[in-house]
């Protein structure tokens, strides 16, 4: 949406990079770096490799399943505007996970403007701890921050990863903390499953 450590199923890829030649056709993205995803996330996934968020922010993934946010009336859909009015209150999300403990994140990534978002991947919200659907019985680690552009249009990604390692603490995270999704991923053992922006 726009507003003014690998596990043994998820293959190696190439280092990130700001070579824009980077990225092969986005068939080969979908079948060869990450497999088969759930059927109703095609088209997020081809709308995120075609704004540049897996260049910009984190690798091509398997999205097991949908990732839905609705801010009020407003469902989410990949790359809808919204202006700042309609983000004020914090969005309902919801998927179809199962057992597992989830993390969700929601980043701005192109702050503090587009042009030069030397800030970017700025944490708006993070939830930890969620127990398989039941997102509201996780733990809010950075409570949810208003997204607000008044002059530029920036990206917002939402993504949903599981904590293969079971419970997690992050005593260190501030509101609008700057977190480089692969870093953060790696450190944490956190495997993406699903995401929209």
């Avoid at 199923?9 to 824009?20: A, G, K, Q, R």
């Avoid at 809808?80 to 914090?90: A, G, K, N």
């Avoid at 969005?91 to 587009?114: E, K, N």
């Avoid at 509201?136 to 607000?148: H, K, N, R, T, Y």
């Amino acid at each position: 949406m726009t507003n003014n450590t690998l596990t043994e199923s998820t293959p190696e890829l190439p280092p990130l990079n700001d070579d824009d030649d980077y990225f092969p056709p986005i068939e080969e993205v979908h079948t060869i770096f990450a497999g088969p995803d759930h059927p109703s996330c095609r088209k997020t996934k081809i709308s995120m490799y075609k704004n540049f968020i897996f260049r910009d922010v984190l690798r091509p993934f398997v999205f097991e399943f949908p990732l839905k946010l609705k801010f009020g009336d407003i469902q989410v859909t990949p790359g809808v505007e919204l202006i700042s009015e309609e983000t004020r209150r914090q969005p309902t999300v919801s998927y179809r996970g199962d057992d597992r403990l989830y993390l969700f994140i929601m980043i701005d990534i192109d702050c503090p403007v587009p042009a030069d978002p030397y800030t970017r991947e700025e944490v708006h919200w993070m939830r930890a701890n969620i127990p398989g659907q039941e997102f509201w019985l996780g733990e809010d680690v950075v409570p949810f921050i208003m997204p607000m552009n008044p002059f530029n249009k920036h990206r917002y990604v939402a993504l949903l990863y599981e904590q293969t390692r079971g419970g997690l603490r992050f005593p260190n995270l501030i509101p609008l903390q700057q977190l480089h999704q692969e870093e953060f991923r790696k450190k944490y053992c956190l495997k993406p499953v699903a995401g929209t922006w």
